[in-house]
């Protein structure tokens, strides 16, 4: 059964640029989180997406905007890149109703040149 | 504003010890506290998951306890070893749809 699938894996961009990150849930899973990790400090929440709306957002700009897919998949788009961007990019994927908690992935390492 | 903090920030110990993670929260209306384990620059792996209606979860050599009225948990990491290395992050769901997290404690066990 595969669990949360993040890509890609690493990524280094330019001041400026636009990215684009990937995140398939896990089977069964319906609600995709986005969460940003700074070196050295806990995972900050950026949105929520549950039928393919955005339900609730942390507080980034709107340079951070997201989308999710029929199949409960998501992308997380960044523009304007800055060099504060640099981070790990989780996300998390729960069952919507569910209280049995979050599955993450990997994440996407970012690093902002 | 629902706020997390993991108490200590930074932790090392030798191997065979038993050691305490604390993590207090400030709005005790929470649905679930789940305890997460961190490796460098990997993602998050779940431990340890406590509805706000039960007292302690356990698997294997780890324990973790919920007082939701005065906001703490603890988890409990029995006979430590090398391998427990890394970074233990307790995060809170309140409803809605976000679960904040605290900033961590590192664990080191030396060999």
């Known amino acids: 059964d595969a669990g949360v699938t993040q890509s890609p894996t690493h990524l280094i961009k330019t001041r400026g640029q636009q990215v684009t990150l990937r995140c398939s849930p896990k089977?069964?899973?319906?609600?995709v989180s986005w969460y940003q990790q700074a070196l050295g400090q806990g995972p900050q929440f950026i949105f929520q997406y549950y039928e393919e709306e955005e339900r609730q957002r942390g507080n980034f700009p709107d340079r951070f905007s997201g989308h999710q897919f029929p199949n409960y998949s998501s992308e997380l788009n960044v523009n304007a890149l800055l060099l504060g961007d640099s981070a790990l990019y989780l996300c998390?994927?729960?069952?919507?109703?569910?209280?049995?908690?979050?599955?993450f992935g990997s994440g996407t390492r970012l690093t902002v040149v | 504003k629902q706020e997390v903090t993991q108490i200590p920030a930074a932790l090392s110990v030798p191997e065979g010890e038993n050691l305490v993670l604390n993590c207090s929260f400030t709005d005790s209306a929470i649905y679930n506290l789940q305890w997460f384990r961190q490796d460098p620059g990997k993602g998050l792996t779940s431990l340890l998951l406590i509805q706000s209606s039960q007292r302690e979860q356990t698997s294997g050599r780890l324990n973790a306890s919920l007082d939701k009225s005065s906001g703490r948990s603890t988890l409990y990491i029995a006979a430590s070893q090398p391998g427990d290395s890394a970074t233990y992050l307790c995060a809170v769901y309140t409803g809605g749809f976000k679960t904040i997290f605290g900033a961590g404690t590192r664990l080191f066990v030396k060999a």
């Open positions: 998390a994927s729960s069952a919507r109703g569910s209280n049995y908690g979050y599955t």
């Open positions: 089977s069964g899973h319906d609600t």
